[in-house]
């Protein structure tokens, strides 16, 4: 359609708030929107020759709840507007902390007096006493229409704009049963539901609470991204001066100091030191990484014990961590296709739970019961059937899930990954990058002296490819390099220049070429084992054969272990030549290889494996996977990939170990299998709850215990997810 953006919402107090707000949205001609309440936040696609945001925000406000445009906390901010703008910041980090302290607030003024109500309206001698009764009535009072208030504005704030929801069910049912005990109080009878309604409120604030404490978590999981930054850096001018500045001053070029202890203040990389880096809060990796001159750094990371200077080369919302916030806040704000479907179920739910409450209430009367317990039995019915587990089934989980993905450095895109990752059989893994580090390193050098060798490293240190560069680094002893000259690049061939009157040519061994003795037998040993060789001629006699190899990753073998026992398929696709994949899938147990593919080739296969019934998730970090990642079910990027591999993923791995591939789909299918307990469990207890309130053998006061213990369940059962360990949870999925 056109413009996508995202809303922060307050003012809601369940999920059918967030129904609401959402269908009106969707209603404007030029806007599709998708409200959470778990974030309190909206994500709204504008078509904007038809609607405009504002009004959006505008609809919003007149439904009686405030919007305002999400503000990344990762955005430059200059120093006129440094203030407001934290104090925005602050304020959304603590909305739900404050709704929380509300609630709490609520709940302690109304469980002492619900406590009194509820123990007069049990105990037979006292609950028919003419005191005992106006007692109950006016401790009552507090309870349902101050600790109350939020449900009946929600309720009052819905039917304004004929619109039904979870609060309609609650506000009705104890405002009914209050009315009906000061009736009975005023007349002098002693039927009275005083205690249902002050029960049935504190039940449903205990409830709320319980989620909201428990949604505060994960949220808090994901905002504590945008802590990572620092307030100020030292910078570094053309003198070589150092001066403390804001962060907002920092620009891309500029170089800045990292002391021992310090955050690493935006993305860049070391020009000057040596250190490790504790990358544990952004990429979940728990070992210090070694940086050295060249190394890229990431902002937020903790520097060791070196102090090292560092250019930027991002910052504001193009950071890795602003990338990361922005991709959880992107996958909490949308939906699953499953609660698109709840969502639908329960705009016809609460309608047909009104209907049915009246039945109970007619059919009671005119089977001859008192009014009393026909009215029991119809106030049963709203307080059972309020769907509120139902509502929060879906995106408790996903804000669990999500939240401690981004924890582990496991980013998920949006919720409909979920369901893609647990149809998910077959796992296809680009080689370079992926299962190798993709860095070429010597394994074995035959023949010339220790001066030839000296002069080959001469002429690669001239060159910028990475194979230049690994055979100048292992073949450079310390020593001072002689000089070069006539340096030629070639491209796809190699390099030469001249060394004391030497000519040196280093390249690919062709198939023309013949080589005797041992380079012959070093160059044969090499292409068998899938390595690379390379040789150097000095005036036209071949003289030195360097093998390099790109090396596996240390943890590419126990991930793939990890693959088989979730039942999944591992399959190594590349471009590289045959013996090369065959040998690096040995090295990893990879059993199905497919080599000698080129970029546009990949999709095909996918595509093929898909043709066969085959749901695939496809891993990669270049360029040329993109295409492949889109076409997959389930794509996977590597966070140390190309911008196009990630734009084109469902899920990124920040961390770029391909053991986290295993565990992001461990992870994505047990936040997917949570969503069906939990909606299994909602949808159970209302189908079984609802006949036996209609019925009349179950008490309102009983039913608002129940319902507000279903939604603690669900919640209870979603927030299990912030304990997810991958090792510990990937092996019991089969």
């Not at 009686?64 to 901010?77: L, N, T």
């Not at 100091?257 to 000057?272: L, S």
């Not at 898909?610 to 695939?616: L, S």
Request: aromatic share 4%; net charge negative.
């Amino acid at each position: 359609m056109g413009t996508v953006v995202d809303l922060d919402i307050s003012g809601m107090s369940c999920a059918s708030c967030a129904s609401r707000i959402q269908k009106k949205i969707n209603d404007l001609p030029g806007a599709e929107g998708s409200v959470n309440f778990a974030t309190n936040s909206a994500r709204i696609e504008l078509d904007p020759e038809n609607c405009s945001l504002d009004s959006v925000i505008d609809l919003v406000d007149d439904l009686g709840y405030e919007a305002r445009r999400h503000v990344s906390e990762f955005a430059p901010q200059d120093s006129t507007s440094s203030s407001d703008d934290a104090d925005s910041e602050h304020s959304e980090h603590s909305h739900h902390a404050g709704s929380a302290a509300d609630l709490k607030r609520r709940l302690i003024v109304a469980a002492p007096l619900t406590f009194v109500v509820a123990t007069l309206g049990m105990v037979p001698a006292l609950h028919s006493q003419t005191w005992s009764i106006w007692t109950a009535v006016v401790l009552s009072a507090p309870v349902v229409w101050w600790s109350g208030w939020p449900i009946h504005q929600s309720n009052l704030r819905g039917l304004r704009h004929r619109s039904v929801g979870m609060d309609t069910l609650v506000s009705l049912g104890a405002s009914v049963a209050w009315f009906w005990s000061l009736y009975q109080a005023i007349s002098g009878g002693r039927e009275v539901y005083a205690e249902v309604s002050a029960v049935v409120i504190t039940f449903v604030l205990l409830g709320r609470w319980l989620e909201a404490r428990a949604t505060d978590t994960s949220v808090d999981a994901v905002a504590a991204l945008s802590r990572l930054q620092v307030d100020r850096v030292t910078l570094l001018n053309a003198n070589g001066d150092e001066e403390s500045v804001p962060l907002s001053q920092l620009t891309t070029g500029d170089h800045f100091v990292v002391r021992p202890g310090e955050r690493v203040a935006t993305d860049g990389f070391v020009t000057e030191g040596r250190t490790a880096v504790d990358l544990s809060l952004v990429t979940g990796e728990s070992v210090p990484v070694e940086v050295e001159i060249g190394s890229e750094v990431v902002g937020g990371s903790v520097n060791g014990s070196g102090r090292v200077v560092v250019e930027a080369t991002a910052v504001g919302s193009d950071t890795v961590l602003a990338r990361i916030a922005a991709l959880v806040k992107q996958a909490q704000a949308g939906k699953a296709p499953v609660e698109r479907l709840v969502d639908r179920i329960a705009g016809v739910f609460v309608p047909i739970v009104l209907l049915l409450s009246l039945l109970t209430l007619s059919g009671w009367l005119l089977f001859g019961d008192d009014v009393s317990f026909a009215i029991s039995a119809a106030v049963a019915v709203l307080v059972i059937a309020c769907p509120c587990a139902l509502g929060l089934a879906t995106p408790t989980a996903l804000v669990a899930g999500t939240g401690r993905g981004a924890q582990l450095g496991i980013l998920i895109r949006g919720p409909e990954v979920l369901e893609a990752a647990q149809a998910v059989r077959s796992v296809v893994l680009d080689k370079t990058g992926t299962v190798t580090t993709g860095k070429l390193v010597v394994e074995s050098i035959t023949g010339g002296t220790v001066e030839q060798r000296r002069a080959v490293a001469a002429v690669e240190s001239y060159s910028e490819h990475p194979i230049a560069r690994a055979i100048a680094a292992d073949l450079n002893d310390g020593a001072e390099l002689p000089k070069v000259s006539d340096f030629l690049a070639q491209p796809g061939v190699g390099a030469a220049g001249v060394v004391e009157g030497v000519r040196i040519d280093i390249g690919k061994i062709t198939d023309q070429l013949v080589l005797d003795g041992s380079l012959a037998s070093a160059t044969a040993d090499a292409i068998q084992s899938g390595a690379t060789p390379v040789l150097a001629k000095f005036d036209d006699v071949p003289t030195v054969v360097i093998v390099l190899a790109d090396t596996v990753k240390p943890s590419s073998k126990l991930a793939i272990e990890q693959l088989h026992g979730m039942g999944l398929t591992p399959i190594l696709l590349t471009g590289d030549r045959e013996s090369t994949a065959v040998e690096v899938g040995r090295a990893v147990a990879i059993k199905e290889v497919i080599a000698d593919v080129a970029p546009e080739e990949k999709v095909m296969e996918v595509r093929r494996l898909q043709q066969d019934g085959t749901a695939v998730a496809m891993v990669g970090d270049g360029i040329n996977d993109a295409a492949a990642l889109a076409q997959a079910n389930l794509g996977i990027a590597m966070g140390a990939g190309t911008d196009a591999a990630r734009e084109a993923a469902d899920i990124t791995v920040v961390n770029s170990d391909l053991q986290s591939v295993a565990d992001a789909i461990a992870l994505a299918r047990k936040t997917w299998r949570t969503i069906k307990q939990n909606l299994g469990w909602a949808f159970g207890y209302n189908l079984a709850a609802i006949p036996l309130a209609m019925s009349g053998r179950l008490s309102p006061m009983i039913a608002g215990g129940a319902m507000a213990l279903s939604s603690v369940l669900v919640v209870g059962n979603s927030m299990r997810l912030r304990r997810f360990d991958p090792h510990r949870d990937a092996t019991k999925q089969r």
